[in-house]
Nanobody, 125 residues
Framework: QVQLAESGGGLVQAGGSLRLSCAASGRTFSSYAMGWFRQAPGKEREFVAVISWTGAVTYYADSVKGRFTASRDNAKNTVYLQMNSLKPEDTGGYYC??????????????????WGQGTEVTVSS
């Protein structure tokens, strides 16, 4: 069982940057793709990014493409989300999760498990 813990959230002005981290326990971390989701108050959780187990393949939501970058360090059991040019609409809780199947089978929330507790990001205008 993989346990995940996100960190790195905070308050930032529009146009600023944050780097989120997701630390994983468990020896099988490097075997799985990892995803990032976010959830704004009163809204459904939405896909942000996913990175394959090697780090060679990434997919992003159109709303963050060109601004966010997912990466991972399997030696440290950690996946990252670098967020640049932040906008107020990026505000919300950010969560990482494990994807145990082929990415071609889907990258919506039900395709992921072992969710972390989340880290809050607030972008002020």
């Amino acid at each position: 069982q993989v346990q995940l813990a996100e960190s790195g959230g905070g308050l930032v002005q529009a146009g600023g940057s944050l780097r989120l981290s997701c630390a994983a326990s468990g020896r099988t971390f490097s075997s799985y793709a990892m995803g990032w989701f976010r959830q704004a108050p009163g809204k459904e959780r939405e896909f942000v990014a996913v990175i394959s187990w090697t780090g060679a393949v990434t997919y992003y939501a159109d709303s963050v493409k060109g601004r966010f970058t997912a990466s991972r360090d399997n030696a440290k059991n950690t996946v990252y989300l670098q967020m640049n040019s932040l906008k107020p609409e990026d505000t919300g809780g950010y969560y990482c999760a494990v994807h145990r199947r082929s990415l071609s089978m889907g990258i919506t929330a039900p395709d992921f498990d072992s969710w972390g507790q989340g880290t809050e990001v607030t972008v002020s205008s």
